[in-house]
């Protein structure tokens, strides 16, 4: 019998990345349909959305692990507890927890080393990034927007990216405070209020719309929106995984250009 998970199901589209990078992604037999990364991963069946998947279209993958993320796929997870899967369910909220899942999914696919050596490189470069930081003049107000309707401020992982890149969430107490969406809900005029210089938006899975944000009532008083610094960030900000590094690098060079 195999001592590590030869036939695993990936829920969360951040982990073949992570998984990749372990040099385990040959190990992957499904995954879900939002997975954007690595292109090598793409290849392989789509096998579930995100909160919602047919538990008999992933178990027949017959897999020895299935891994999931948040509360969100709370629900799913029952559905393959219930039918005798193994699962490993993650739930990520700061950046931190990225590499804590880093270091859990390579002893989960007997990769140690390799995920020990991949969180000093993940941390370095967010170390890199904040010691940059430091010498910015000022720290711009950053409001991040993950959706619409009603408004949403980002989780905390994107909060914290903020502030290691040289800004100011303006929410970020919520989003700290905010493990779900409904706990992070920002009032119409609150944005307005908060005054951002700069904002960041990806809105879950769908095209920003800027236009319909600068026609928000009293958008036009916000100074991000008076000097069009309304950033659309990759969909990738919203999961914890390795390409948050690339997301952080971005938000730093946004932020230098404003200062």
Known sequence: MARYPERIVCLAAEIPGILAELGALDRVVGISAYTTYPSEALTIPKVSGFQHGSVDRILAQQPDLVILTSTVQQKLAAGLVERGASILHLNPHRLADLFRNVWLLGATVGENVRGSDLVRRLE????????????????????????????????????DLIETAGGTDVFRERSLAGRQARDRVVAPGEWIVAQPDIIFASWCG?????????????????????????????????????????????????????V
Do not use: N
Request: aromatic share 6%.
């Open 124 to 159: 370095g470069e967010v170390e890199a990034v904040r010691h940059a930081s430091q010498t910015l003049k000022r720290r711009p107000r950053v409001y991040f927007e993950e959706w619409m309707g009603p408004l949403i401020a980002g989780v905390g992982w994107v909060s």
């Open 206 to 258: 769908i095209p920003f719309q800027i236009d319909q944000m600068r026609l928000r009532p009293e958008a036009a008083q916000v100074p991000a929106v008076q000097t069009g610094r309304i950033y659309e960030m990759d969909g990738t900000v919203l999961e914890c995984g390795v390409r948050l590094v690339d997301r952080l690098q971005e938000m730093a060079q946004i932020i230098r250009e404003a």
